[in-house]
């Protein structure tokens, strides 16, 4: 995890929390990567209790920003951090089996009967 500097317009941008609605709460952030224009945010919201990992991109004509509400904490994300990366494979295996209501239950079922 890196110690970054956002501008005041970064700031400005991060600084509504979207799930509160509001933009007079505290709102406390981390940089967790940062490459080039780049950064990750861990973003977390002292009124609501919420947080939120937010792609933050800036250059001298823009600030934009993305963001997910997650449930995580700071140092649940360094676990990821060491994980492999999920192959395109994966994640067509993932929705395959997902896309199919009864895969879970085929999936389960044999190790109910074993047990």
């Known amino acids: 995890m890196t110690e970054g ?5 970064a700031v400005r ?5 979207p799930v ?8 406390r952030g981390r940089v967790l990567l940062e490459e080039g ?5 861990y973003v977390h919201c002292g009124h609501g209790k919420h947080a939120m990992l937010t ?6 004509e823009m600030v934009s920003s993305v963001g997910i509400v997650t449930d995580l904490a700071v140092a649940d ?13 994966e994640v067509l ?6 896309a199919d209501p009864s895969a879970l239950g085929n999936r389960l079922l044999p190790l109910v009967k074993t047990a």
């Open 77 to 89: 994300l360094a676990t990821f951090e060491a994980e492999e990366e999920i192959e395109e494979d």
């Open 37 to 41: 224009e780049a950064k990750l945010l």
């Open 55 to 60: 792609l933050l991109m800036t250059n001298p």
């Open 5 to 9: 500097r956002l501008s005041k317009e």
């Open 13 to 17: 941008l991060i600084s509504f929390c």
């Open 93 to 98: 295996d993932g929705h395959q089996f997902f």
């Open 20 to 27: 509160c609605e509001r933009r007079d709460v505290e709102l």
